[in-house]
Nanobody, 120 residues
Framework: QVQLVESGGGLVQSGGSLRLSCAAS????????MSWYRQASGKERELVAT????????NYTDSVKGRFTIWRDDVERTVYLQMGSLKPQDTAVYYC?????????????WGQGTQVTVSP
């Protein structure tokens, strides 16, 4: 059974930092591209950051470039998102996402989400 368990969310003041973690189990972590998505209240879910499994190439949505950093620990089977210079518009539920990169039809998994709230 595949599980993605996020942690690290919470309430922080504008300008502050948080680190999110996503621990994966039940899958071969090194076969998966890992991402963080977020969904603010009343808005669609958006991709925040991705890190590939083989090349470790990283991509970020424009609104977080220079403020957020994604990385992965393949030994610990964990992906992280370091968030800095947080803004109220970063408030959302953050979801961990895993995609099997071996095939375009590869399996996709989601975590349960962790709330990040940034106060003005």
């Amino acid at each position: 059974q595949v599980q993605l368990v996020e942690s690290g969310g919470g309430l922080v003041q504008s300008g502050g930092s948080l680190r999110l973690s996503c621990a994966a189990s039940g899958l071969t972590f090194t076969d998966y591209s890992m991402s963080w998505y977020r969904q603010a209240s009343g808005k669609e879910r958006e991709l925040v950051a991705t890190i590939d499994d083989f090349s470790y190439r990283k991509n970020y949505t424009d609104s977080v470039k220079g403020r957020f950093t994604i990385w992965r620990d393949d030994v610990e089977r964990t992906v992280y998102l370091q968030m800095g210079s947080l803004k109220p518009q970063d408030t959302a539920v953050y979801y961990c996402h895993a995609r099997d990169s071996r095939s375009i039809w590869g399996a996709v998994y989601w975590g349960q989400g962790t709330q990040v709230t940034v106060s003005p």
